[in-house]
């Protein structure tokens, strides 16, 4: 049974920083792109980052870019992201999700991920 499991989410003030990680297990895991998604009240899940299966390549969405960094240790089996600069509007619940994708590049859209996890909440106050 795959399972990916967040963990770091919390409330934090603007400005300032949070880890997320998530743990997979279940699944070869350097079979799969890893991915972190979120969404926030009355809004669609949109990308925020993801990392490739052999972590050598990395994408951002523009709103993240050059705040948030993604990394992956595959002797783990975990994937973070690292969150600096945090802005009100990076509240909302954050996903870890696996496509099965050996090929360097990731892809943004989330129907096209195999699993999912239950999220996390990460809220930054004003």
């Known amino acids: 049974q795959v399972q990916l499991r967040e963990s770091g989410g919390g409330l934090v003030q603007a400005g300032g920083c949070l880890r997320l990680?998530?743990?997979?297990?279940?699944?070869?895991?350097?079979?799969?792109?890893m991915s972190w998604f979120r969404q926030a009240p009355g809004k669609e899940r949109e990308f925020v980052s993801g990392i490739s299966w052999s972590g050598s390549s990395t994408f951002y969405a523009d709103s993240v870019r050059g705040r948030f960094t993604i990394s992956r240790d595959n002797a783990k089996k975990t994937v973070n992201l690292q969150m600096n600069s945090l802005k009100p509007e990076d509240t909302a619940v954050h996903y870890c999700?696996?496509?099965?994708?050996?090929?360097?590049?990731?892809?943004?859209?989330?129907?096209?991920?195999?699993?999912w996890g239950r999220g996390t909440q990460v809220t930054v106050s004003s």
């Open positions: 990680s998530c743990a997979a297990s279940g699944l070869t895991f350097t079979s799969y792109a």
């Open positions: 999700a696996a496509d099965r994708q050996l090929g360097v590049g990731v892809t943004t859209t989330s129907s096209e991920y195999d699993y």
